[in-house]
């Protein structure tokens, strides 16, 4: 289990509009791709994201916290990922990622849709 559970938020979640989460993930491009084989940058690749287990990309040189997170049995769906997105500092702390979080429902539930749709 995610130690601290899920928000009732994350797992509350409207289905999203794959379109308007490409503009929320315009946010997110300075640090991670989606190609399938794109390249790592200051964040990991995220192509094949769901279903993954977090801090697993190859090549990519996550922070402890994310690895022992992964090593843990946290694998990336809707949930998780909403949880981590939100607020990520407190879904897993000591992580890398400087990025405070997307705070909206509606932003999160979109970029979660188009996640989806260009990881695949």
């Given at each position: 289990l995610?130690?601290?559970g899920l928000s009732g938020a994350a797992m509350a979640?409207?289905?999203g509009d794959a379109a308007a989460g490409a503009k929320v993930f315009n946010?997110?491009?300075?640090?991670?791709t989606v190609e399938a084989g794109g390249k790592s940058g200051i964040g990991p690749n995220m192509h094949g994201l769901f279903g993954r287990t977090a801090g697993t990309v190859e090549g990519f040189n996550y922070s402890d916290a994310m690895k022992a997170t992964g090593a843990g049995g946290r694998v990336?769906?809707?949930?998780t990922l909403a949880e981590y997105i939100r607020n990520p500092k407190v879904a897993?702390?000591?992580?890398k990622m400087?990025?405070?979080g997307v705070k909206k429902d509606a932003d999160l539930a979109n970029l979660i849709a188009y996640l989806k749709e260009a990881t695949k």
């Open positions: 995610i130690s601290g979640l409207e289905p946010k997110c491009k300075a640090c991670h990336w769906n809707d949930e897993i702390p000591k992580n400087a990025f405070v």
